[in-house]
Each structure stands twice: as C-alpha cells, then as structure tokens.
C-alpha cells in the first residue's frame, strides 16, 4: 500500500492540525494498522501515537496524550491524526506507517512497519 501524509503546516502554539494518512487508488487501510511517527531536526525518529488493525486499540506517546487522537475516517482509506494544544516542541515532519499485523498498537508502539509514506512538516511557532 502507498501511503500519503498531509496536513501539515504553520501553526501557533495552542493551535490545532489535522493530519491526514491516505491510501493511493483504491487501497484500503482497514487491513492495517497505522502509526504515526516524527522526527524534529537533529532528534531520534519517535513514535506519536498508532492505530491497531481490528478493535479500535490506540496508543499515544507521554508526549502527546490528551492533547492528540488517532481516528479512522468513514472513508476506508484514511487515518486521521487530530492535534490540539500544540506545543513548539511538537515541530517535526510527521510520518504515516502501516503494518498488517495484527498485534501493533497493543500498549506500545514498534517502528517495524511494513510500509513509510513521505513526511507532512509540521511547524509550531511560540
């Protein structure tokens, strides 16, 4: 599957974006489950927060728990990352990933995804 992150952009501190992972053509992402990812300029990769393939179970990061929600969208074919209160040291380019797995997403989060789709840069000015 190929996969496509958007929504990334410019905002201020305490501002909200909405990040969209999409599956090309006709692709399904309800066989996968998804993670989100990011890596800030001169900082290790970090796992955000992920999605499992069946039973709607997620994870969050300390980081960003309580302020980001991972939802599918009615759409087969989109994953949604809803980020609120950003802070500053939230900027980096955020990275859509799939698995089919079905044990991903139980309580952490692995970076040994099957497939990476290009980055969304997200920028947050204090």
């Known amino acids: 599957v190929q996969l496509q992150a958007s929504g990334g952009g410019l905002v201020q501190a305490g501002g909200s974006l909405r990040l969209s992972c999409a599956a090309s053509g006709s692709s399904t992402l309800d066989y996968y489950a998804i993670g989100w990812f990011r890596q800030a300029p001169g900082k290790e990769r970090e796992g955000v927060s992920c999605i499992s393939r069946v039973g709607g179970r997620t994870y969050y990061a300390d980081s960003v728990k309580g302020r980001f929600t991972i939802s599918r969208g009615n759409a087969k074919n989109t994953v949604y990352l809803q980020m609120n209160s950003l802070k500053p040291e939230d900027t980096a380019v955020y990275y859509c990933?799939?698995?089919?797995?079905?044990?991903?997403?139980?309580?952490?989060?692995?970076?040994?995804?099957?497939?990476w789709g290009k980055g969304t840069l997200v920028t947050v000015s204090s």
């Open positions: 990933t799939a698995t089919s797995s079905y044990y991903y997403c139980s309580g952490y989060m692995g970076d040994d995804m099957n497939y």
